[in-house]
């Protein structure tokens, strides 16, 4: 299938003329050192009880982290080679509900961690989902996917499971309804990247022809992997720096000491939702310490808090979709509008 991309030279021009990104190199850097301290030094790193931390944090993070990165590229990479008329056909009109809600049954249904499913939602902004559809996306999907619904349910139960997923969908959805509503007004700015759908676009003809169109053969697939790996810089950059942030974090802080604060109580709640905020945790790491702080700590609204407060409040998050909109305001509005809903549903998990 054809590609869709415009402006490829335009693009490429403005890439050339592109000074050094040093986040990028000196992030990239320093977690390739720690990575290779914590694997082959371990002896001289033990010396230092902060540096070994540091890299055994770095080391932990990249393990789990790498797959999900490593597929969310491929799906970027797939995603450029799909006409923009398709990717909105499934999406749904952005503006409406019928679109938040494909948007949030996609972002439940991909089997992602939350780093890879904040490159997919960057490129499908870029492909014409509405600012709604891509929060939507991105709220209902860092825990949701497949693989970690079962083992949350192995973790807390089904019904607490079910319960979990039931209400971030309804954020998700709730959200995105509100940033679509800013956008129509005016105080967020309007997707760029927007266009119509023809009037005569039918969707399975033309897939059908544009897949008798393409050549699946090694050049088709290598540029994939290119167009994923190129596009998915501006994510990766942020993810690097925030390993490096996470290891400076754990070195000051006494992680053993989080449970005993995480009660049932508007204290623990506060305490849970500064902890998931501060500190950069992948879908794989904040599952199982959500699973402690209902099951031990005894607040299930703490729990949930944890697991959505990290994708709300993430820096990582807000720089992204600040980088993929163009717009600070946009970016700093997912916590704005996503919090303090997330606060109340958790406040009443605890209480009943």
């Not at 393409?214 to 050049?219: A, H, K, L, N, S």
Request: aromatic content about 12%; overall charge neutral; hydrophobic content about 50%.
């Amino acid at each position: 299938m054809s590609s869709s991309c415009h402006g490829n030279g335009e693009n490429s021009d403005k890439h050339s003329k592109r000074s050094i990104d040093f986040l990028f190199w000196g992030s990239l850097i320093g977690v390739s050192t720690l990575f290779v301290l914590g694997l082959y030094f371990s002896q001289v790193v033990s010396a230092l009880p902060w540096l070994e931390t540091m890299a055994h944090t770095t080391h932990q993070m990249v393990h789990a982290m790498w797959w999900g990165v490593a597929i969310g590229a491929l799906f970027i990479g797939l995603l450029s080679k799909i006409p923009r008329d398709f990717i909105m056909s499934v999406l749904g009109k952005g503006g409406t509900l019928s679109g938040l809600f494909r948007a949030t049954a996609a972002g439940v249904l991909l089997d992602l961690c939350s780093h890879g499913i904040l490159m997919v939602g960057a490129k499908l902004y870029e492909r014409g989902a509405s600012a709604g559809q891509v929060i939507a996306f991105l709220l209902a999907s860092p825990w949701n996917s497949f693989s970690l619904t079962l083992v949350l349910i192995g973790l807390i139960g089904l019904q607490w499971t079910l319960a979990f997923i039931a209400l971030s969908m309804l954020i998700a959805i709730t959200t995105g309804f509100v940033f679509d509503r800013l956008v129509d007004r005016g105080t967020l700015p309007r997707n760029f990247n927007t266009t119509s759908l023809p009037e005569d676009f039918e969707f399975w003809p033309e897939a059908k022809r544009g897949l008798a169109r393409t050549d699946f053969d090694f050049r088709f697939f290598a540029d994939v992997i290119v167009r994923g790996v190129m596009d998915s810089r501006m994510v990766v950059r942020w993810l690097l720096f925030g390993i490096l942030l996470a290891g400076i974090l754990r070195a000051l802080l006494e992680p053993a000491q989080y449970e005993q604060f995480f009660g049932p109580t508007l204290v623990g709640l506060a305490i849970t939702i500064f902890v998931a905020t501060v500190l950069e945790v992948c879908s794989e790491g904040s599952t199982p310490v959500a699973a402690d702080i209902l099951t031990r700590a005894g607040a299930p609204g703490n729990s949930f808090a944890f697991l959505m407060a990290g994708v709300a409040t993430d820096y990582t998050e807000v720089m992204v979709l600040k980088d993929t909109t163009r717009s600070w305001k946009l970016a700093l509005f997912l916590p704005l509008i996503a919090l303090p809903q997330i606060v109340v549903v958790a406040w009443f998990m605890n209480a009943y």
